[in-house]
């Protein structure tokens, strides 16, 4: 009997053990270029964010076309969801948001500027380990919502710790199933040694 509860315990931890790595397994961070073809500066930011130890692993680029060139500034294909980015961005404070310059670089909901950048990669970082919320991706699929939240915790970061709250609950569980596991084993135990000590006297 005692070796059958052992074995479920600890089928019964492998189990859960498996189903939080499988939570916690985190999606790569899409960092979005809106570009102008020949543009130098969007060549130089793509150069810098492959060059970083953690490209393709916490992070992938997504190179969006602005403009055609970096010329005539003529609109290309995606230059109207920079637009809806930029402006919704800008209008929950990224003052630097804008669809006219180019490289626009947007990572999460935490980084959304026209300007060649250097120091992303403690960002990107932060984006991996909160979780991307891929706004880019929010407005390409027509949603007109994306940073209102951002608008209500203006101030303040947004954290995700459910993920906190889930492993405390877990732990909790698999504490009081061993203790009660244990209890009862420990129960029989007592009464097998007082049912041994009243059969010898």
Known sequence: MMKYLKK???????????????????EKVKVYIFEAGGCPYCELQEEYLKGLESY????????????VDHVDWQKGK???????????????????ASYKGTPFVVISDLYAKASYSTSLEEIINEA?????????????KGNTICLDYLKENSNSNIDNSGGIIITIIICSIIMISTYIIKSNIDKKDIIEIIKKDNNIQ
């Open 128 to 140: 991996y380990e909160k979780g991307d919320k891929d706004i880019v991706k929010c407005y390409e």
């Open 56 to 67: 393709d692993k916490k992070f992938e680029i997504i190179k969006k076309e602005l403009y």
């Open 8 to 26: 479920s315990l600890f089928c019964i931890v492998l189990l859960m053990l498996f189903s939080l790595t499988n939570v916690y397994a985190k």
């Open 78 to 96: 995606d230059y109207d969801l920079g637009v809806k980015v930029a402006n919704g961005f800008k209008k929950v404070g990224f003052e630097d």
